[in-house]
């Protein structure tokens, strides 16, 4: 079985630009979580995708944006690119919400900001 | 504001020796206490995870203790090999809703 994959691996932007990253879950899977892994900061929730509607949001601002596809698919799209937006970003899935389901992450997007 | 403490930040163990890593929380509304296990270049890995109706947790070399009153968890690895060297994450959730991680422990087993 698949796990959740995450593309494209690297992204080189400059500042200003916009950043679209993608995901696809577990096959079966219907919940997407983003996470944010910069150095230093450790892992924050970005966003919560679940059966197409955004469920919670992290500490983040609206430049921070996503979606999920009736595959269950993810997007997230990161807007007015600024330089500490360099990190990490992962992503997980789970089979449903609901209680104690485990979230299995992705390898993540590695987005430089020059 | 970070949710759950993690210490230590870094961890040099022996090979054979105990691992030992420690995670505090305060959100009374945490009730799924898992454990990731992240390599260089890799996404976290699930490695065990605990519910508050269990004091303790064991599969294989790792053991998860989780003291509910004091609100604290803790990751024990009994046997530590080489290959267990990695970042350690623990984090906290309400049900379904997202992860709120400690802020990692690197974990160096030495040969």
């Known amino acids: 079985e698949a796990g959740v994959t995450q593309s494209p691996t690297h992204l080189i932007k400059t500042r200003g630009q916009q950043a679209t990253l993608r995901c696809s879950p577990i096959s079966g899977h219907t919940s997407v979580y983003w996470y944010q892994q910069a150095l230093g900061l450790g892992l924050q929730f970005l966003l919560w995708?679940?059966?197409?509607?955004?469920?919670n949001r992290g500490n983040f601002p609206p430049r921070f944006s996503g979606r999920q596809f009736p595959n269950y698919s993810s997007e997230l799209n990161v807007n007015a690119l600024e330089l500490e937006d360099s990190a990490l970003y992962l992503c997980?899935?789970?089979?449903?919400?609901?209680?104690?389901?485990?979230?299995?992450f992705g390898d993540g997007t590695r987005l430089s900001i020059l | 504001q970070q949710q759950v403490k993690q210490s230590p930040q870094s961890l040099i163990v022996q090979k054979g020796g105990i691992s030992i890593i420690n995670c505090a929380y305060e959100n009374t509304a945490f009730d799924y206490f898992p454990w990731y296990q992240q390599f260089p270049g890799k996404g976290p890995a699930l490695l065990i995870a605990i519910r508050p109706d269990v004091s303790e947790k064991k599969e294989g070399r790792f053991t998860i203790s989780f003291n509910k009153s004091a609100k604290q968890f803790s990751l024990h690895i009994m046997d530590s090999q080489p290959g267990d060297s990695a970042t350690y994450f623990c984090a906290a959730t309400p049900s379904g809703d997202a992860l709120n991680f400690g802020k990692g422990t690197s974990l160096l087993v030495t040969p």
């Open positions: 995708y679940d059966e197409g509607e955004e469920r």
């Open positions: 997980a899935s789970t089979l449903e919400q609901g209680a104690w389901e485990p979230q299995h």
